[in-house]
């Protein structure tokens, strides 16, 4: 769970990136092989780290949108959590540490927090105010991957309509690997 604790502490802190937004408005982005598109206010920045974990490396794909005049920061985090980490493991749970870590990176508890549900993944929405300022923050846990979608401010709270269309966006996308196969067409006479 350390590996939880590391990625939350790294979503907190992005808050003061300096990513500046090309424009205002909220535009579709469906990284390579990332399994989800989402809309943001600007090109998003991409980077990658990889961070060491009882269970192994674990890679954190990073993207993020800095609005500078509103002081807002968009970011998506995403990591494929080690099979051990999250086989047999309750999803409530994960979310629980992950939302426990997070907060704890920057000194603070969740001022709200909602359990939320996208296409039939567990999920939290949350609101944390502590150190670099305010998140509007979801997690979601959809296939052992753990999504966490932020929108930071400087001071004050992110404003809630951007933060509901940032979110609101969010997709997961299903692989030929995990999508349902169609059944066989099926001819009908007609009467």
């Not at 980077?47 to 998506?76: Q, W």
Request: charged share 25%; glycine share 8%.
């Amino acid at each position: 769970m350390r590996f939880v604790v590391a990625v939350c502490a790294l979503v907190c802190s992005l808050g003061t990136l300096g990513l500046a937004a090309e424009n205002t408005e909220f535009k579709p982005f469906a990284p390579k092989d990332g399994g989800f598109t989402i809309s943001f206010p600007g090109k998003p920045e991409e980077s990658t780290n990889t961070t060491s974990t009882d269970l192994g490396s674990v890679v954190i794909h990073e993207l993020a949108v800095k609005r500078p005049k509103e002081k807002e920061t968009f970011v998506l985090i995403y990591s494929d959590l080690p099979g051990e980490m999250v086989k047999g493991a309750d999803p409530e749970t994960v979310l629980n540490r992950a939302r426990d870590g997070g907060a704890a990176s920057v000194h603070a508890k969740p001022a709200k927090e909602t359990k939320i549900e996208l296409d039939g993944n567990p999920g939290r929405e949350l609101e944390v105010a502590g150190l670099g300022g305010t998140r509007l923050w979801r997690l979601y846990l959809v296939d052992g991957r753990l999504y966490q979608l932020l929108v930071t401010t400087e001071s004050g709270k992110p404003s809630p309509e951007r933060a509901k269309t940032f979110f609101n966006s969010f997709k997961p996308v299903k692989t030929a690997s995990t999508a349902p196969t169609a059944p066989s067409a099926v001819a009908v006479p007609k009467e």
